[in-house]
């Protein structure tokens, strides 16, 4: 007797466990943020004009709120193009949001931008316009290369003319070390 309800309490657990859900799919859509409509994993993006790549995003993730028409996006990576197509520089953040209309970016959380001359710029959070073509903060910002450093609160950088403008709070470091000075 004891054998036959040991048998049926292991066929009734075996019954229950193979017919439970991993996840139900309501806790998955209860996850995600409010107003997301569409959530991807390892998303990579591409935007050009007339056939040349101006910039390309990849992040882990994105959700996009079709009533915004924004992706927000997790740990990303934004390569910008010259007018040729070349690269430019790379950005790297936590976080960031894409509107789609207008192509704006805004980039917050470890925001680190390489340019391929060798200098490194940091702020916490970067705009980029697309209309314009130019990213700007309002942030405190670091740019550095080999034997400058530029502390400043807010600049604005020209993708096109390859202008830079710092804002306030402007302060240099040089190093010359090892350059004759």
């Known amino acids: 007797m004891l054998i036959a309800i040991l048998a049926l309490c292991l066929a ?6 193979s017919h439970r859900r991993e ?3 309501e806790s998955v859509v209860d996850a995600l943020p409010s107003g997301t409509d569409l959530s ?25 709120d079709a009533g915004q028409g924004q992706s927000a996006v997790q740990d990303m990576r934004v390569e910008f193009f010259d007018r040729e197509g070349r690269l430019q520089m790379v950005l790297t953040a936590r976080e960031g949001l894409w509107t789609q209309n207008s192509g704006d970016i805004v980039a917050k959380g470890d925001v680190v931008v390489k340019a391929v001359e060798g200098y490194t710029l940091s702020s916490e959070e970067l705009r980029y316009q697309s209309a314009t073509d130019q990213v700007s903060t309002d942030k405190p910002v670091r740019l550095e290369d080999n034997n ?5 609160r807010g600049m604005r950088y020209g993708l096109k003319d390859r202008s830079l403008k710092l804002f306030s709070e402007v ?3 040089l190093n010359t070390q090892g350059t004759g000075f």
Do not use: C, H, K, N
């Open 12 to 17: 009734l657990g075996f019954r229950i466990y």
């Open 23 to 25: 996840t139900p799919p």
């Open 40 to 64: 991807l994993q390892d998303v990579q993006y591409t935007e050009t004009s007339q056939g040349i790549r101006r910039w390309s995003l990849a992040a882990r993730s994105a959700a996009y």
């Open 148 to 152: 400058l450093q530029l502390d400043a």
């Open 171 to 173: 302060r240099a470091t």
